[in-house]
Structures are given as C-alpha cells and as structure tokens.
Nanobody, 121 residues
Framework: QVQLVESGGGRVQAGDSLRLSCAAS????????VGWFRQGPGKDREFVAT????????YYTDSVKSRFTISRDNAKNTVYLQINTLKPEDTAVYYC??????????????WGQGAQVTVSS
C-alpha cells in the first residue's frame, strides 16, 4: 500500500514558478514509476509527466515539455514537479499517482488527493 500527499500548490502570478511535491509512505515507493496529472476547471484529468522508478527516464505531454520538470528523490520518498513560467491555463488541481506508467490515468493504482494551483494573469 502506498499513500501519496501532494504539497506546494497555491495562488501565483503568470510567469512565476513553483515546485509541487508528492510525498509517499510505504517502503516500496522506490519501485514504482510515478506520474503527475492535472484537472482544470470543467476539464478531464489529463496526463502531465511521468518518471521511472529509478528516475533515469522521464516523459512529458507536449504542451508542458519546455516548462515542467519531473524528478524524484527515493531516499526521501518524494517526487517533484517543477513548473516554470506559469500560465493561466496551468490552473488546475495537480495529482500524483503511482503504481503505473505511461499517459493513461487508468494504469495507476495509487493517487494523492491533489494540490490546487491557481495562476492569475
């Protein structure tokens, strides 16, 4: 069993940066790939980025490639999502997920409760 808790969200201005954290409980966390998803107002939850269990490979959706960076520190059981040059369209609840891999949300077993990011222009 893995429990995930996101933090680091908030209300920011366009152009700002922030770093989301996904802290996990469970000794097996380092064996799981982790993904970040987001759900904007009135939208479906969409894939953002994923990282392998070792952290040696990452994958992003095209729309965020130049601004988002996913990383992990397995010693701290934490995965990060660095977001630079925030835009109003980045406004969403951001979720981390574990136990799956790839872009499909249905492949992931464990989910956090989400962190709200609100970007004002």
């Amino acid at each position: 069993q893995v429990q995930l808790v996101e933090s680091g969200g908030g209300r920011v201005q366009a152009g700002d940066s922030l770093r989301l954290s996904c802290a996990a409980s469970g000794r097996t966390f380092s064996s799981f790939a982790v993904g970040w998803f987001r759900q904007g107002p009135g939208k479906d939850r969409e894939f953002v980025a994923t990282i392998t269990s070792s952290g040696d490979s990452t994958y992003y959706t095209d729309s965020v490639k130049s601004r988002f960076t996913i990383s992990r520190d397995n010693a701290k059981n934490t995965v990060y999502l660095q977001i630079n040059t925030l835009k109003p369209e980045d406004t969403a609840v951001y979720y981390c997920a574990a136990g799956g891999y790839g872009v499909s949300r249905t492949s992931y077993i464990y989910w956090g409760q989400g962190a709200q990011v609100t970007v004002s222009s």
